[in-house]
């Protein structure tokens, strides 16, 4: 495989050094090198379209795309014009588009793209005119004494003509130039021009949306941009994390949730702004300054504050029926030259408001309050000031509290009746905690500023901000101060309250959301328990213990109810007995429901009495959280139908340790129960978070779509409930799925859905040997296997071909890709053909002990990056790519994370006593500590003081420092309070 001449490198280094993003750089100093990146990365018609006053420039590069027509060829210029299956996967790097796709798929779908994406907007028409008056000076009367300007729209003009021309194409970005560093090793732009992090956004505002976003997450502002152009593009979280690595940073997929998430907020709040100038304007309200202060809004806060006097139905502000009295131009002459006022020539017997002198000097302090209380440099002010003083929150018991609220609520909340903290240093559970006791109004919370910060900010407001352009006489200066002192009290506090409760309760949220998507990750990737017949138990009372056997692969083989405590224990036991003997089941699943203490204690004591001889029976506890949602709904009558809900239960119950991930899918993540207020936060939020975490875990476990559910196929990276429903009914009508491509002629899965969910997608080449093969030749190994490695990306997608190329490139692809049961995405199946060739590798020997070997020796002599470089390709790929190929078949991640805890005995609440070491589960994780099965009915609490670094296991790959429900931990027991049952437990190890 020839790599690219050294011309061609020249002037790919070249392009690398300039901007990330090319619409945003400047025009006069880089269009010869825009005209040659233009000509590297775009298609030959796109180049002869968009470039026409340079096209003698481009006489070089355009043989390019010539020599791409031969598919065994690749020259100076084809490598780069080669182009993978989606538009969008390009962004920022140019390793990323040598390393995957050489096909001509690709190819016509990128054109076809590029052309829709050509047309003008009638939206970026309106942008431009919002920008245009955005960027006008306000002049002096208007009252903006400062020389903002915005952020963006100085650049808009040149951003906006750039994009036009094509910048919306992702093969129309200089590369960012690669340098090894230390905490990049995948290499980051070395230096940026000015703007060169710029993101055109739908809407404008006067901030750059990289800039803010950078300030909120902490993260690079290169990364940033690279992360709203892949979200942008469609991009799911999955696929960013596993195949766009070096475009992220190696950022891990909570982190890449966050910045979605305060992205979105952005966007929301950018959205607001603009229907809020809308309606401001017809109502013909709008001044340039106020348009300026909504387009500086970042939050819905500030958003709130600047646009509450003008919100239709409102009688007015105070400063509003001021200025209704013509007393705006008094305030401002106060300002800019207050020896020529004359507040007495403002005098008007007859109007209500203008009576009297009090009446006017009145109005004045209202209007100048309110201009104090909107100036963005005030209010920067005192949030500094904010940040560096002593501000607390305080919770009291509230004074009707007792006659509506019950006493037993009341005492829930007893840490928090006399409560006080630094909002700096508060805890995100007592936030939480003190909203929910102040919803159910049992407390009341106030925020409390220190009287001196109202001292000093006066201060600074007479000396620099707001200090009169003259000499201004004793009583306007005291009108001055009482408009300070009521800005101040009347205004400013109120708001800051609002935003700093505001601030916390949004953090607490999004950090008691986090746990609980870390605590679902770790549920959803329990260890499975293949190859057992089990035993699921619902335990009850009344209406008995349900029982459901199920078979090694999850089919329901028997179903009984038996009544253990009705006094017909003993007679019910011969019965299960006999179940478990006929069926040869040693396992018994037991939910944690109601009388799961006395089905528990149950079985313990036939355990330890041998009644269950010669099988050695073990039983273990698992949450049945959402098992009676789910056996009433649409989802289970479809699975077992004729079967009653209350059987279903059991047969959940059991399924959870078969297969966790496959049957708690099928589960509302918020009914799992591994929460923590989850109640209290916002619904939105939480359930976007917990579909994401869900999406996440199912797509890095991999699905065989072969025998697949379709309630699991849905979670898979790029489908959803349509797109998994045809994949399902072609596979009823087709049989089953030969290779990947064939997922193209599924209905609805489009070239973005196919890219998105085929690197997540497993084909079981095992299952399609014994399948297919009566109908299909397929050899374990020999030339032909990497003639389907390759060919199998050469199919043509365009729908509109003729019917007997379709007809060609079907029977091409009817052969199987051994490279289809691994982690290897399709556009990185040439990579992966010419890695084996390197290593002297066959696709026989995948997951195989020599396949390793290969692989290490090859690494050894070069190293993974040096390896990647040779290929054209990223370490990142390549790691994906030996990772691939060295997992064994139907290799699962999941067996390195903890399996349920099987036991034999139970150990009561009575027999334990302080300085105990026992073993236990971990049942669901807080913000304030780590609850944890014991086996004594009543899970003990580990606070998170001590859950320290030193304790946890240094041999496991840990996703965090805290625990996550299923792990196994060592604990000993600090204190038992038994009328209360609590249990205080101190970590001792993890198992």
Known sequence: MSTLPRRAKIQAQTVKSQDEFSYFSEPSSASEEDDEEDSIWEPQKKVSRSRKPSAPKESKPKRGPRVKKSPRQRGAGSEPVAVKEEPDTSVAIADVDLEENKNKAGTAQTLKTARAKRKPSAQRTKKLKVDEEASRACPTEGGCSNTETPSTSSACEGGCKRENDGADFPLNEPALKRVKTEACPEGQPAKFAAGANSIKEEVEMNWDIVQVLCERTNIEPWVCANIIRLFNDDNTIPF????????????????LREIRQALEELRAVAKKVHSTIQKIKKEEKMSECLLKALLNCKTFEELEHVSAPYKTGNKGTKAQRAKQLGLEGAAWTLLENPGRLNLLSYIKPDVTG??????????VQHILADMIAKDKDTLDFIRDLCQRRYICIQSSLAKVSSKKVNEKDVGKFQLYQNFSCNIRDIQHHQILAINRGENLKILTVKINIPDGMRNEFCRWCIQHRWRPRGFARPELMKILHNS?????????????????????????EKESVMMFGKNLRQLLLTSPVPGRTLMGVDPGYKHGCKLAIISPTSQILHTDVVYLHCGQGFREAEKIKRLLLDFNCST???????????????????????????????????????????????????????????????????????DPLAELVKIEPKHIG????????????????????????????????????????????????????????????????????????????????????????????????????????????GPSQGVAATSAGAKVTDEKQGKKKSKAAASVELKPNPLDQTCIHPESYDIATRFLSLIGGTLSEIGKPEMQQKINLALQKEGIEQTADKLQTTASTLQVIIDGLSQPESFDFRTDFDKPDFKRSIVCLEDLQVGTVLTGKVENATLFGVFVDIGVGKSGLIPIRNITEAKLSKTKKRRSLGLGPGERVEVQVLNIDIPRSRISLDLVRVL
């Not at 009290?489 to 708001?495: A, F, G, N, Q």
């Not at 528990?600 to 009676?628: H, R, T």
């Not at 929460?675 to 978070?689: E, I, N, P, R």
């Open 240 to 255: 960013i994390v596993r195949y766009r690595k070096e475009l992220i940073n190696n950022l891990d997929a909570d982190s």
């Open 484 to 508: 300070l002192d009521d800005s101040f009290k009347r205004l400013i506090v109120p708001l800051l309250c609002r935003e700093f409760r505001a601030k916390l309760t949004s953090d607490a």
């Open 354 to 363: 203008l009576a009297e002198l009090q009446d006017i000097e009145m109005g």
């Open 588 to 658: 018994v699943v037991i939910g944690n429901g109601t009388a799961c203490r006395e089905t528990e204690a149950y079985f313990a004591d036939l355990i330890m009495k041998n009644y269950f001889a010669p099988l050695d029976v073990v039983y273990c506890i698992v949450s049945e959280a959402g098992a009676s949602i789910y056996s009433v709904s649409p989802e289970a009558n479809k699975e077992m139908p004729g079967l009653d809900p209350n059987l279903r239960s059991a047969v959940s119950i059991a399924r959870r340790v078969q």
């Open 674 to 781: 591994v929460g923590m207020y989850q109640h209290d936060v916002s619904q939105t939020l939480l359930k976007a978070t917990l579909d994401s975490v869900v999406e996440e875990c199912v797509s890095f476990v991999g699905v065989d779509v072969n025998i697949c559910s379709e309630v699991l196929l849905r979670h898979i990276a790029g489908l959803n409930a349509n797109r998994a429903k045809s994949i399902i009914e072609w596979r009823e009508k087709n049989g089953p799925f030969i290779n990947r491509e064939q997922l193209k002629e599924v209905k609805g899965l489009g070239p973005k859905s196919f890219q998105q969910c085929a690197g997540f997608i497993r084909i079981n080449q095992a299952y399609i040997r014994t399948c297919c093969s009566s109908s299909q030749q397929t050899g374990s190994s």
